[in-house]
């Protein structure tokens, strides 16, 4: 299927203050025709769309990839590992969106590694670019099309367990998803059951062997004390939170939290991928008020402790990668 646009205003600037798109286009000129959606109406892709995204990724790679890599902000090193790669930039890809934020390098990489066949995002899309939900986590049913069986979803968070150190590592077990709490949710609109059920399930989300094999690597790679398991809040951003909303995340046993990843995992387990998530956490979050500057969260400080934290987020993942890859050789 051509022709097809999700118009919804998505018409952002790239932040250099190039405009990509207008009146809702998704700004790519390869001559697909515009149908008539809108965001009201139908917020999500039709499945012949996903596909047609996902042929052109199989096609043009010659691959179908098992393993689907989310690269969070400052990580796109993650997917700088993947040997022979073919990239996509994301421009080039029929009815994709772009990636507007630093940190987000807006390419999709293919190719192997550890002996894996992977894809990687290297750029995530956000709900505070503009994109409705089912657009942040169309990747994901792409990838799902393209073959993936497993999601590795990866973000910078801000530490609110007070045992948290920045630099540490938490292996996402659960999530507080605070957008679908306001009543959004990636998988609103008509569902189409050959992704997956009108009401899927979300206990177990986080994959408990991954989990267990992830901390076994991570005390072989002698970082046990910086990795935890814990549990992940996505907020709508772009904002940081106030210390009143870091206290109540708390209250309600959150453990870290970002404007990520929370739809990203709703949709791969809707169609029933198996999910690994981890979040770096480049920011303690103050839960008490005082008149530190420290206490005021930032992007670049977030980038540039993923910076220095990647060889460890890469090793983690490689290992995980070529355990999984060795299981099913
Ligand atoms: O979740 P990722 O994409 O890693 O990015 C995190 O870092 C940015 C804020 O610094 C936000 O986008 C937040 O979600
Ligand atoms: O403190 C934070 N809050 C929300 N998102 C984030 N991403 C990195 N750090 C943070």
Known sequence: M??????????????????????????????HKSADYTAQENP?????????IADFITKGS??????????????????????????????????????????????????????ATVMAMQGRFHFYEGYPLAKCSMPVRVMKLCG????????????INPRFAVGDIMLMHDHVNMLGFAGNSPLQGPNDPRFGPRF???????NKDLINKAIEIAKAMGIESNI???????????????????????MMGVDAVGMSTVHE???ARHCDMKVFAFSLITNKCATEYSDKKDDEANHDEVMAVAKNRQKACC?????????????SA
């Open 2 to 31: 051509t022709g097809y646009k999700v118009a919804n205003g998505n018409g952002h600037s790239n932040g250099n203050g190039n405009t990509k798109g207008t009146n809702g286009t998704n700004g790519h000129s390869n001559g």
């Open 315 to 327: 090793e983690l993942v490689s290992r995980l990668i070529r355990e999984i890859h060795l299981a």
């Open 62 to 115: 010659g691959m179908r990839p098992k393993i689907g890599i989310i690269c969070g902000s400052g990580l796109g090193s993650l997917a700088d590992m993947i040997q022979d790669p073919k990239i996509f930039e994301y421009e080039k890809i029929p009815n994709f969106p772009v990636s507007t934020v630093e940190g987000h390098a807006g390419r999709l990489v293919v190719g192997t590694l550890e002996g």
């Open 148 to 159: 993936v069986e497993y999601l590795f979803a990866t973000n910078a968070a801000g530490g």
């Open 228 to 250: 935890h398991v814990g549990v992940y809040s996505c907020l709508g951003g772009p904002n940081y939170e106030t210390i009143a909303e870091l206290k109540a995340l708390r």
């Open 44 to 52: 999500t892709y039709p499945y012949e769309v996903i596909e047609e």
């Open 200 to 206: 899927p399930a979300l206990v177990n989300s986080y």
């Open 265 to 267: 995992v709703i949709t």
